[in-house]
């Protein structure tokens, strides 16, 4: 079975800061992976979508690695702001057309 | 805009009661899901389907069924609703147009059931 963690469990930065949430996988055979985010109470909002063979993707202020042979994902926000406050999460495609969700990271960002 | 909709927010239910979860999507999509989060255990996938008429269990199927007469509406039923499925409720779906296995998945705004 597929494990995918995501460390720290929560983080909180001050305003401004830049900060990398982490996402850790044991099997590399993957399709895709995807960053969302989710605010209490609602569903997830994707944010960035890396293909098996590309190595990062940027949106604005994101910007998401990925490493398989180290079985490793970054997500990188820069500058942040306290509307990024939620909770991310990296989503594995492993082509079963099921997905493995990591273990999320609960962000605070204070003003 | 891919969108996916799920048909409520909120929902308060008596135990026991026969309860429909909706979800539809709008970019002919073949693959749709259902996923229940609950605090601590992340989410879990109850059942998914990838055509018409076609529905797979996920990791949590018992005392759910489904059901997929369309390609955009896939239902989530509750035949006898319990405490303990008291939960948040995620539908998803993605394409596998053609035998595309990379593609990005798109998920609702969430479903808030209390089943009292």
């Known amino acids: 079975k597929q494990e995918v963690t995501q460390i720290p469990a929560a983080l909180s930065v001050p305003e401004g800061e830049n900060l990398v949430l982490n996402c850790s996988f044991t099997d590399s055979a993957i399709y895709n992976l995807q960053w969302f985010r989710q605010d209490p109470g609602k569903g997830l909002t994707s944010l960035l979508l890396i293909q098996s063979s590309q190595r990062e993707q940027t949106s604005g202020r994101l910007n998401a690695s990925l490493d398989k042979s180290s079985g490793r994902s970054t997500l990188y926000i820069a500058a942040s702001q306290p509307g990024d406050s939620a909770t991310y999460l990296c989503v594995l495609n492993f082509g079963n057309e099921k997905l493995t969700f990591g273990t999320g990271t609960r962000l605070t960002i204070i003003p | 805009d891919v969108k996916v909709t799920q048909s409520s927010r909120y929902l308060v239910k008596r135990t026991g009661e026969k309860v429909f979860l909706e979800c539809v999507q709008d970019m002919d999509h073949e693959n749709m899901f259902w996923y229940r989060q609950d605090p601590g255990l992340g989410l879990r996938l109850i059942y998914f389907?990838?055509?018409?008429?076609?529905?797979e269990k996920g990791d949590i199927p018992e005392g759910y069924s489904v059901s997929r007469e369309k390609k955009e509406r896939f239902s989530l039923i509750l035949e006898s609703a319990s405490t303990n499925q008291t939960s948040m409720y995620l539908c998803?779906?993605?394409?596998?147009?053609?035998?595309?296995?990379?593609?990005?998945?798109?998920f609702g705004q969430g479903t808030r059931l209390t089943v009292v």
């Open positions: 389907s990838y055509d018409v008429k076609m529905k």
């Open positions: 998803a779906s993605s394409t596998n147009h053609r035998g595309l296995m990379n593609t990005e998945a798109f």
